[in-house]
């Protein structure tokens, strides 16, 4: 259950900055959505810095959804899950790949299902999540396995974004549409 109510279609904000956000939504709001309107200014930032982390970055979407869905499970966030799941098997995921991030440790455990950069993207994410320290061995293989720094800083970007998405979705009780 929700902790505010969330904002309607027809009275979710000022139109300059509903219109962009609907826009990158395909025209439609999130429950998300719904609750960061009560702050337009909040909202306003949130778009464009989650926009850019969505569809700007040059990291490969499969290994952007796996550190997606690892933040979401370490932090509880349900709704983040769900959003994420269809968006990782889009990028070439297997079920088997999807259910066992469900539980991170399970997934680590299974290194046959996760390749080199994959299994790097998990460590890295899951260190990031429950201890916000980065061990310099994962680092390094983080490093190694992206061999790009690009896509390396791009991939710390991603999990702390996303870090912020989870404790606002968790904090806010928002459910999946």
């Not at 070439?92 to 046959?112: F, I, K, N, S, Y």
Request: proline residues 7%.
């Amino acid at each position: 259950m929700p902790r505010l109510p969330y904002k309607p279609d027809d009275d979710a904000g000022p139109e300059e900055v509903v219109a962009p956000i609907r826009a990158r939504r395909g025209g439609t709001l999130l429950n998300l959505d719904r609750q960061l309107l009560y702050s337009p200014p909040l909202a306003i930032g949130w778009n464009a810095l989650m926009g850019a982390v969505r569809t700007g970055l040059g990291l490969p979407a499969a290994l952007r959804e796996i550190a997606i869905c690892t933040v979401a499970t370490l932090n509880r966030a349900a709704y983040e899950f769900h959003h994420h799941a269809p968006l990782l098997r889009a990028a070439g995921a297997t079920e088997a790949q999807v259910d066992a991030l469900r539980d991170v440790d399970r997934a680590l455990a299974t290194p046959e299902l996760f390749d080199r950069a994959e299994r790097a993207t998990i460590r890295l994410a899951l260190e990031m999540t429950r201890s916000v320290e980065v061990a310099e061995p994962t680092f390094a293989a983080a490093r190694s396995a992206l061999g790009d720094d690009r896509h390396l800083v791009e991939l710390i970007g991603t999990i702390a974004s996303y870090n912020m998405v989870s404790r606002v979705i968790v904090a806010l009780g928002i459910e999946p549409e």
